[in-house]
């Protein structure tokens, strides 16, 4: 599904992945930009942050998290975009969930075209000629709830797949979810022998949580 917070009362931004070549290249840390000092340096205490100086200025606060994980708290499925998206100089030309057209496509509801097998999918999506992950989540902090929400998004494959879980689990209860955005490496052998790596981030160990008038609880 796709869905998206009608609202950008956003306290801050996270990714973990940056341009490099016209192509989103994976971190091995998670990267805060936000224009609230406080956001910065509570997240900061929280999440073990150094300040990114070359990025930072103004009214910009940058900060590299070095944790694997973040345990967050997304409200509903209105927090999610979970889609597949290819975009041209004119803009968004197609959105889809690997089977039907999402909106604001004019088609909407009919059958997109795009492959059944991720092997060809994913090699149109790199050779620019399909539609590759447009995933977003708008979450608090578990550890902070109180410093408002933010936004994390990637065009990674593993975070999509991930992500399914989570818009599952919210359309079956309405919300609000806890769990823990994480980051994965995967080691690899090219076929000349080369080990390499990537870094790419994941979301799992997905709990409705309960409201009461206490608060918010992990449910039974």
């Known amino acids: ?3 998206m917070h009608g609202r950008e009362e956003l306290v801050g931004r996270i990714t973990a992945e940056e341009s490099r070549t016209e192509r989103q290249a994976g971190l091995r840390f998670w990267f805060l930009t936000t224009k609230s000092r406080e956001v910065a340096e509570r997240v900061s205490e929280l999440y073990q942050g150094e300040v990114l100086r070359g990025a930072s200025g103004g009214d910009l606060h ?3 998290l070095h ?3 973040i345990a967050v708290i997304v409200a509903s499925v209105a927090n999610v975009r979970y889609r597949l998206a290819l975009e041209n100089e004119r803009g968004l ?3 889809c969930d690997g089977s039907r057209s999402l909106p604001p496509m004019p088609n909407e509801g009919k059958p997109c075209g795009c492959p059944d097998d991720p092997f060809t999918r994913n090699a149109a999506a790199r050779a620019g000629a399909g539609p590759r992950p447009d995933s977003r989540l ?3 902090l578990a550890a902070a709830p109180g410093l408002g929400e933010l936004s994390f998004q990637s065009s990674a494959w593993p975070f999509y797949e991930s992500l399914e879980s ?8 309405g919300g609000p979810v806890q769990m823990e955005l994480a980051l994965r490496e995967q080691r690899l052998a090219t076929r000349s022998g080369l080990d390499v790596s990537r870094t790419y981030p994941e979301v799992h160990s997905v709990r409705r949580l309960s409201v009461t008038k206490a608060g918010l609880h992990l449910a039974a």
């Open 166 to 173: 989570v818009s599952h689990e919210l359309e079956r209860t």
């Open 67 to 69: 944790v694997e994980g």
């Open 62 to 64: 940058a900060r590299k």
């Open 1 to 3: 599904m796709a869905h």
């Open 93 to 95: 030309i197609h959105a």
């Open 138 to 140: 708008v979450f608090c």
